[in-house]
């Protein structure tokens, strides 16, 4: 598929954006949105009348004040001090009345904010696995934080923009139609078609420049984080200077365009500023003949004035509003690109809860590929029985974590079927599949939270004394009560504060009081050294006691109390049976085995 965007591709994105902003303004659940919206439009309207008449007294005052003859009755009844005071009251007027609006609106703009980002951040979580390995973090919070700060400022646009200027503009050209001659309304309209006409043209180019911007913006974040998320690992390789230089690229391409945006911004305004002052020139010599020929007063002249600066105005907002709404529009349009990504694995409508009842496991014939033309199982049938203990050993890229990402439905199997208790997973509800399982990966990950908060993760209704018990259960205890903070000890972003073996008890807490009847370990002590290794799997195996367990293993010491071991090769099971029986067989499995006993020895 081609990258390129064209203009076609940018106005369905827009009317798609707009189309999606817009029910928030008028949600059918929430009235008390509504009347704000209401209200506001209200005190929007009156804003625009008191602004539309305000040169009015402005002009009063001037011809009082130079003598001239002033043909209102209100006018010589308030005096030339009595006119001018009025004046400053409908300014004062005008502008209380937008920032009423403003008042009002602020909790329908800020409802929508808040609505929208919750969606994103619930949709992000829905993406399949597949997803999230392969999109780049930075550059995906990156895309939410700008799409989402567009939504207040696109909602301020379709109400209180285009419509309330279209309004203003037509009082104001009636005004000057009616009040002084159609020349002068002629002038304006050809002065506001060019501005328009000049903007939208601009702007247009403008909208490309700012595409590139947002991407070199994106690729510049995502390679800063990306480089402080492997600090250690650019401290083993020396590489400070070389991620610097690598960032300082991005950069200097972000800087780049940004100068385009800037070059090109300075030229709009240039451009603009040219046309309205052509515009308002032209009206005020107009004017000025006619304060001359004795047909207008020097009032008049100054109401004119007044009036050109006030369409001026709403015109530079204008071209703002539309730049702002184009860079609006560009931003939300690629958050939701990432809203209407489908979630890969879902829930069947109506799905039931899983309903365990011993937790037997059964993979019947399954196939799976991460891609379609490489697969990693190959018709893979396994039972595990209620409460035994089954081991998964093989090379790497055999596909024994493949085996537990299906498990907890990561992805779903391209043929055959995966069940517990008789219930294929695709049939029941991935939130009662999950609560099913408990994991503890081969790193576990922790949140730059307490210790406390981690352990709780588990179950968070769970009361203090049960974290506490589960954290005596992993041998956890002793560790946390002699840190000065305890329990409340922040363990840094990943977990990184605490040691591998720290960090391994913390999930085995975790996992713990989350009580589930199924165990997935995941090469869950691979990454520690022998003894912490030996100390683990005695708390492991205390934490299988009662429940249905799979372990996915490298180190084959650390398998051999198991009920069952499976040997896969390839995506295929070629062994099973108990440790003592494979090892006799002579098979697979003992290869691995005086493999790794050899490696250990030397």
Do not use: C
Request: proline residues 3%; aromatic residues 8%.
């Amino acid at each position: 598929m081609s990258d390129i965007v064209t203009p076609e591709d940018d106005r369905r994105s827009g009317a798609r954006t707009i189309r999606k902003v817009a029910p928030y303004l008028w949600p059918q659940d929430q009235p008390w949105v509504k009347r704000r919206v209401v209200l506001s439009m209200l005190v929007l309207f009156l804003s625009k009348l008191v602004a539309v008449g305000t040169p009015f007294f402005y002009a009063a005052a001037v011809d009082l004040l130079a003598g001239d003859t002033v043909e209102a009755g209100w006018a010589l009844g308030l005096g030339a001090v009595g006119v001018t005071v009025a004046y400053g009251m409908a300014r004062l007027m005008s502008v209380g009345f937008q920032q009423l609006r403003d008042v009002i609106f602020a909790a329908v703009g800020q409802r929508a904010l808040r609505m929208i980002a919750l969606e994103t951040f619930q949709h992000i979580h829905a993406l399949s696995l597949r997803y999230h390995i392969t999109r780049k973090t930075g550059g995906l919070s990156r895309i939410i934080e700008r799409g989402v700060k567009g939504v207040e400022f696109l909602l301020r646009f379709l109400l209180f923009s285009i419509g309330p200027l279209i309004v203003e503009l037509v009082l104001i050209g009636a005004v000057l139609a009616v009040v002084f001659d159609v020349s002068y309304l002629a002038v304006v309209v050809a002065v506001i078609t060019a501005y328009v006409w000049f903007t939208f043209k601009v702007t247009e180019w403008r909208v490309k420049i700012r595409r590139e911007m947002n991407d070199q913006d994106t690729d510049a974040n995502q390679k800063a984080i990306d480089s402080l998320l492997n600090f250690e690992t650019v401290k083993y390789f020396g590489a400070e200077a070389r991620e610097a230089a690598r960032y300082d690229g991005a950069m200097e391409r972000y800087v780049a365009a940004a100068l385009k945006t800037s070059y090109s911004l300075a030229f709009l305004n240039f451009g603009q500023s040219f046309l309205i002052t052509g515009g308002l020139v032209a009206v005020m010599v107009m004017a000025a003949m006619g304060v001359q020929a004795g047909t207008l007063t020097v009032g008049e002249f100054v109401m004119v004035n007044a009036y050109m600066i006030q369409i001026t105005m709403p015109l530079n907002f204008l071209g703002t509003v539309y730049r702002e709404i184009r860079q609006a529009l560009v931003d939300m349009g690629e958050m939701f690109d990432l809203l209407e990504q489908p979630a890969e694995v879902q829930d069947k409508p109506g799905a039931p809860d899983l309903a365990v009842n011993g937790a037997a496991v059964r993979f019947d014939q399954v196939e799976f590929g991460y891609e379609t033309d490489r697969p990693i199982l190959k018709g893979v049938s396994l039972d595990v029985p209620a409460g035994q203990t089954v081991a998964i050993v093989g090379p790497s890229g055999s596909g024994k974590s493949t085996i537990g990402r299906l498990l907890f439905r990561f992805y779903d199997v391209a043929g055959g079927a995966l069940s517990i208790d008789g219930q294929d997973l695709r049939d029941v509800t991935q939130e009662s599949l999950h609560a099913a399982i408990g994991v503890v990966p081969q790193d576990t990950v922790l949140f730059n939270d307490t210790i406390y908060y981690n352990i709780a993760y588990g179950r968070p209704e769970a009361s203090r004394d049960e974290v506490i018990e589960a954290a005596k259960a992993a041998k956890i205890h002793d560790f946390i009560a002699s840190l000065p903070e305890g329990y409340d000890t922040t363990v840094g972003e990943r977990g990184l504060k605490l040691s591998g073996g720290e960090k391994q008890r913390v999930g085995i807490a975790r996992t713990l009081l989350k009580n589930p009847p199924i165990l997935l370990l995941d090469e869950a002590t691979s990454a520690l050294d022998t003894e912490t290794e030996a100390e683990i799997q005695a708390e492991l195996q205390g934490l299988g006691r009662g429940r249905t367990v799979i372990i996915i293993a490298h180190r084959l010491s650390t398998i051999a109390q198991a009920d069952r071991i499976v040997v896969l090769e390839a995506g295929r099971i070629v062994e099973e049976g108990r440790h003592e029986a494979l090892l006799e067989a002579q098979g697979r499995y003992a290869a691995l085995w005086h493999m790794q006993a050899s490696d250990e020895a030397a």
